[in-house]
């Protein structure tokens, strides 16, 4: 990462406004003010720079565990481009020692606590603290004094003027820096979801009617048409197509409704990958300079209600997917339901199959449901009442994420359990073009099932590889 030309006269044009009000003393927050309930407070000119200095010292109250490395650097990057922005107003220097820092793999410990979403000044305070030679650092695989480590990664210490220690910290990025690091997952499980669906269409030999486009055209809910379409083309090619193949004329509604279901998820990703650009694109400066004024406006951009709601909803709508997937998995397993044998082994009642799996699909599912439950409205008030608002955006992220891992689980089994129900159902029935690569993917992989064996280490095989791969029907045109 470099600073371009553009960026560093956008840089100066905002940092004369900034110097310029220093001189004519006017009072601007955080620069010759106190911040938050101190902002009554009028700063001494000899105060301007200790004052800033002081600034992340006293906001490093973060506790916790420490969050992964690519985490911090997501963080980094995300600070990163909100100050290129050109609102902060900060020294040019602040952004080429931040971007020195994330080239040379130089990553602050950051605990994960502290941040309620009114800017994350906790986790901000401790990636500045260690720019300027405070604090632990991970470098090269080690943990070490900031100055230490700055000295190993050839970087000089950071000093700040007026403005800058609080332009660093009043920024949203750590909760950003996650959602970005959400996306790029949420859209894989995604994909892999759609297909363990249709795999598990196959297997319980479901209507496909329910997907027909004409269908999803006489009322085009949010994102369905597209589910859909994904489905249908996961499908397309093989004998579930065809006119009477399938069991039933109407399906349980966990079958019957994915193009709703799914639709949903991927309506509120596309909604959440916008509110997340937004903020990554943006400063959030309060106040922000606006050079071509130059002008300093005090503002409230460092809330995130509309971000946090977004990601929020996405965890509900996940929550809505993981329902009607824990549904059709325990239906491949039931005679009644499926039409196969009781819990898909093929050696009858004297074998467990697939029974227990259903307490482990029960509990995932449960555990979602309890993690995308929103978070409260708002927290206690801080600063003295000043801050009588928050949109608890780290905590909601945090869910997400757990939300995410055990929807990975569920999308694991159900792939399983459905290449399992295929492989009962018939040899002789010709799968789509996207249902006979995802039983090729699980067979390349997991044996079909006989005699009972544990299953903890095949969900486990399957959920390591679609954590990081794409499905294998990536080249298929809905």
Known sequence: MTVSPEIESRLAAARWVVERSVAEQLPIYGLTTGLGAGVDTTLDADDLVAFQNRVPLARSVAV???VPREAVRAMMVARACGLAAGGSGVSSIV???????????????????????AADLAQLAQMTRALMGDGRVEWQGHVLDAGEALARAGLVPLELGPRDGHALVAANSFSVGQACLRLADIGRLLDWSCLAAALNCEGFRANTNAFDERAMAARPAFGQRQAASRLLAHLRGGELMAEGAARKLQDPLSYRCLPQILGAVMHALDEAREATRIELASGGDNPVILADEALVLPNGNFDT??????????????????????????????????????????????RTGFATVQKTVSMLEAE???????????????????????????????????????????????????AQAVDLRSASNALGHGTRKALAFVREHVAALHEDRPHNCDFETINRLITKQISPTADLDP
């Open 64 to 66: 916790g565990d420490s």
């Open 95 to 117: 952004l080429t020692r931040l971007i020195d820092a994330i080239n040379a793999g130089f990553h602050p410990v950051i605990p994960r606590h502290g941040s309620l979403g």
């Open 368 to 418: 979602i449901r309890h993690f995308a439950a929103p978070m409260p409205m708002s927290a206690i008030p801080v600063a003295d009442g000043v801050e009588d608002h928050a949109s608890l955006a780290p905590s909601t992220l945090a869910n997400v994420a757990e939300v995410v891992e055990r929807m990975r689980w569920l999308v694991s089994i159900e792939l399983v359990v459905s």
């Open 305 to 350: 209600t509309a971000f946090t709601l977004s990601w929020a909803r996405l965890a509900l709508a996940i929550a809505q997917s993981a329902n009607a997937t824990a549904h059709r998995i325990m239906k491949l397993m039931s005679p009644h339901d499926s039409g196969l044998p009781r819990f898909l082994t093929p050696l009858g009642q004297s």
